[in-house]
């Protein structure tokens, strides 16, 4: 019997009856022989296939002019709802300008986007040509010496003509020359009577150290040093480190502005550059040359609007009183009638509030970095272990790597990956990687061999070995390495303020530019707390998940 029964049987007789009959049907409808009716069939096909290809040709092309005319007619409108950036260097006359230009862009109806405290000239020079910030203040002589490789007197058309191939412009000045000076303290000057410059000549024995940006620029150190013929050694320091240093006795010399508030704070006393060695640095916003013609119109109304003595007023106001870069600048503001007399300052936050969202921020760095690197390192580590060369090869890689110094490796980000979190993540997970890998290396390489053959003699294969034998033998190492670098992690990001990733290094920054030991502080303990935190949070996994035994020839914590 078939199996599906009768059923099954009656399919196939309908399937035999329905074929003749249906080559009749075609015959007669279409032609002599079934074959060739067939092809009207298949003509009429491709004429419609054709027909609503050509449609959808049609489609794709009035859809593509649409997307164009809206990107044409949106496209502005887009860009005018992205916010300027505007940044600043670690200074407190660089915050104060910076600060007067995107409140006076904010009162324009502009949304601004505060990217303060970049780590020197050329950090914040590679972020406004990176595009990753839209405008800063720069100082004419600084661009002079240090940015333009001609060293084009500014005003020429040489400097207009470099200063154009970059990409960038130059907007009216803000009338201050902030010139740099080499500055004494009173005592000093009076006991040793000096006067100008040249008088240091005569005294071989005083102690210079200038900021670290002042020691390497031709306009700096080296020059001045030259053309005076200045018989002293100095060092880098930083500048409000300077100042304390001088008043606790441990200098005698070191490089100031001639706007800078901390002169009047400290009764120091400026030496005339009596061979007129310095240039003028008149400051001024350097912007990029794709910025909006009437954003730069707006920032042009603040040409010539501060003198060197109102603008030193200004960062006296900010170092001495105490006030917000942001209340200084609003004054200011409001002074010369740029903005409403009615307009609010901008709220302050508290320290409490402060504190937490530049933790989470730290925290965010620190996590996503020291996971990425677990995860890779780890990976890594298992994968070249049993090889001598490939793990010889990574572990120097990885030593490279952390051999280039933060700011460094922070500046070359700048170019790749922009400014901000990004690539402040990407630095620290770099540094993260050499502690784990060579833990988790070392770990499994240093593995009993008697425990190794005792586990291929059970018949366990490669990855059960590494599963049940090899990794908890190496768990201690491979905790160790992490906790090195969440530690190295959690200071290293302090670090990355200077490229306007925020955290916990924001307040030391900036307590920097205004020698605050307060805000200094506000930093510091917290970044402190974070790593004690680390170590603390590690010594408790380990008691949970390693075995007592293997801890016990462990140094005690």
């Not at 031709?218 to 480190?241: K, N, R």
């Not at 020698?515 to 680390?534: E, K, M, S, V």
Request: with cysteine; glycine share 10%.
């Amino acid at each position: 019997m078939i199996p599906g029964g009768p059923r099954r049987e009656s399919r196939r007789i309908r399937r035999k009856t329905a074929a003749p009959e249906t080559a009749d049907r075609l015959a007669l409808g279409h032609g002599r022989c079934g074959c060739r009716s067939l092809e009207p069939r298949r003509s009429s096909r491709a004429r419609r296939l054709a027909a609503r290809l050509r449609q959808g040709v049609r489609h794709g092309i009035a859809g593509a002019a649409i997307a164009g005319l809206c990107a044409a007619l949106l496209g502005p409108l887009a860009s005018a709802q992205q916010p300027l950036v505007v940044g600043s260097k670690t200074f407190a006359e660089s915050y104060i300008l910076a600060e007067i230009m995107a409140q006076l862009l904010e009162a324009e109806g502009y949304e601004v986007d505060r990217r303060f405290g970049f780590g020197g000239t050329l950090v914040t020079f590679e972020a406004l040509q990176a595009g990753a910030i839209d405008v800063y203040p720069e100082y004419s002589g600084t661009m002079q010496h240090t940015i333009l490789s001609s060293g084009a007197d500014f005003g020429s058309e040489a400097f207009a003509a470099e200063v154009e191939s970059l990409g960038l412009d130059t907007l009216q000045t803000f009338g201050l020359n902030n010139s740099y000076a080499l500055t004494v303290r009173g005592a000093t000057a009076q006991r040793l009577g000096l006067a100008t410059i040249s008088d240091l000549v005569d005294h071989p024995e005083l102690r210079f150290g200038v900021s670290h940006e002042f020691h390497e620029r031709s306009d700096g150190w080296p020059g001045i040093s030259e053309a005076y013929g200045l018989p002293q050694t100095s060092f880098g320091i930083e500048h409000g480190l300077a100042y304390r240093a001088m008043l606790e006795g441990d200098l005698d010399v070191t490089d100031a502005y001639l706007t800078d508030g901390d002169l009047i704070r400290y009764d120091f006393v400026i030496l005339e550059d009596d061979l007129s060695f310095f240039p003028s640095y008149f400051a001024l916003p350097l912007v990029r040359q794709t910025m909006q013609p009437q954003v730069k119109a707006i920032l042009n109304r603040l040409g010539g609007t501060l003198s060197d003595a109102r603008m030193r007023e200004l960062n006296a106001e900010v170092s001495i009183e105490r006030r917000t870069f942001a209340d200084v600048a609003g004054e200011f503001l409001r002074e010369r009638g740029l903005v409403a007399d009615a307009a609010d300052p901008r709220p302050t936050s508290t320290l409490a509030a402060d504190l937490i969202d530049n933790t989470i921020v730290h925290l965010k760095l620190t996590g996503i970095a020291v996971a990425a690197a677990c995860v890779l390192g780890v990976g890594l580590a298992l994968a070249v272990h049993r090889s001598r060369p490939l793990s010889r090869g990574v572990l120097y890689a990885t030593g490279l790597l952390q051999t280039i110094p933060s700011i460094a490796l922070l500046a070359l980000m700048i170019p790749l990956f922009g400014i901000g979190q990004v690539p402040a993540i990407i630095a620290l997970f770099l540094y993260s990687l050499l502690p784990i890998v060579r833990n988790t290396i070392t770990a499994l390489i240093t593995v009993d061999p008697l425990l190794k053959r005792v586990a291929a003699g059970m018949g366990l294969s490669q990855s059960e070995q590494l599963r049940h034998v090899h990794l908890p033998l190496a768990l201690p190492h491979l905790l160790a390495g992490l906790r090195i670098a969440a530690v190295i992690s959690i200071g290293t990001a302090t670090l990355a303020a200077f490229i306007g990733a925020g955290g916990l290094g924001e307040p030391i920054v900036t307590g920097l530019a205004l020698n605050d030991t307060t805000l200094i502080l506000q930093g510091a303990i917290p970044a402190a707390g974070l790593a004690l935190a680390a170590e603390l949070g590690f010594e408790l996994i380990e008691r949970r998940f390693v075995p007592a035994h293997m801890m016990a020839s462990r140094l005690p914590t």
